[in-house]
């Protein structure tokens, strides 16, 4: 694992490609990262932007992206901890409210439904990647924001075939990059301190038999970040924030090439 150098930060973008710079779980922590963004043409964001999802932060979010003007294009998807875009717990949580009882997380029900159902109306400085796809400069970006039940947080899906059924959505036709809040098996993946890999055995077959996109990037597992090839695919986990929760690490730079007449 991370037997790849990423680009270096001062590098310069190579004629006819386009860069992507990759950040992952910032947690809030978007105006405190240790390193400023290097310019490119997209900035991607694979999840856990806000700690519990509040409406307040995604505000503050979306207005730190619109800040970023060096970027023509940001893409960004939930991560598990993006509570509110997960609209069965919302609807769950609502339905707790109702009837009286008590749940975890119940402070998100005062986010008016108007707004859940319709977060693209305050998250609109980026392109919001939910089981969606976007085309820039002729480059396939393929977003989805589920991971591997773990605590009762947003998007948890049970291993095996469930979580199959939403790898299954992504298309087998040509994405080129790939964004998932979680890893697949056997890539940056591994947890603190004992060494587990958590990364989803599903996905992992998903992305090296079928979908098999140049690039897969994610974050999720901070204690993971790092780059790694395994011959046909590049796999980057670029979580921003370290385990001590500091967004202490380097954004990582793709520089795709741009397909010709794009
Ligand atoms: P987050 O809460 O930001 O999604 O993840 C923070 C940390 O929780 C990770 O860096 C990792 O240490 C731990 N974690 C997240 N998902 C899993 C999992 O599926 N299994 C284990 N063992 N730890 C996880
Ligand atoms: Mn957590
Ligand atoms: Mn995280
Ligand atoms: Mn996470």
Redesign the pocket.
């Known amino acids: 694992i991370n037997s790849q150098k990423p680009i270096s930060l001062d590098s310069t973008k190579p004629e006819g490609h386009t860069r992507f710079v990759c950040i992952s779980?910032t947690?809030s922590k978007h105006r405190n990262l240790i390193y400023d963004l290097p310019e490119g043409d997209v900035l991607l964001h694979c999840g856990?932007f806000t700690e519990r999802g509040k409406l307040e932060e995604v505000q503050d979010f979306n207005d730190w992206l619109g800040e970023q003007k060096a970027f023509k294009h940001k893409i960004v998807i939930a991560?598990?901890?993006d509570l509110s875009f997960d609209l069965e717990l919302m609807e769950d949580i609502r339905r707790c409210q109702r009837e009286g009882s008590y749940r975890r997380f119940q402070f998100l029900d005062s986010i008016p439904e108007e707004i859940t159902n319709n977060w693209t109306s305050v998250l609109n400085n980026c392109f919001y990647l939910q089981d969606a796809e976007v085309k820039v400069n002729g480059i396939r970006i393929y977003g989805t924001p589920w991971?591997?039940?773990?605590?009762g947080?947003a998007f948890n899906t049970c291993r095996g075939q469930p979580l199959l059924d939403k790898w299954n959505k992504i298309p087998g036709d040509g994405i080129d990059i790939l964004m998932t809040?979680?890893p697949p098996a056997g890539q940056p993946d591994q947890?603190?301190p004992d060494g587990?890999r958590?990364g989803c055995v599903e996905l992992m077959n998903t992305v090296q038999l079928r979908v098999q996109p140049k690039y897969h990037v994610f974050g999720?597992?901070?204690?993971?970040y790092g780059y790694n090839y395994d011959g046909a695919h590049r796999f980057i986990n670029c979580?921003s924030?370290n385990?001590e929760m500091v967004p202490s690490n380097k954004p990582v730079i793709i520089d795709f090439p741009t397909p010709e007449g794009a």
């Not at 991971?147 to 605590?151: A, L, V």
């Not at 999720?220 to 993971?224: A, D, G, N």
């Open positions: 779980d947690h856990d991560g598990n901890h991971n591997p039940m773990f605590g947080w809040h979680s947890v603190h587990e958590v999720h597992i901070h204690e993971s979580t924030v385990l």
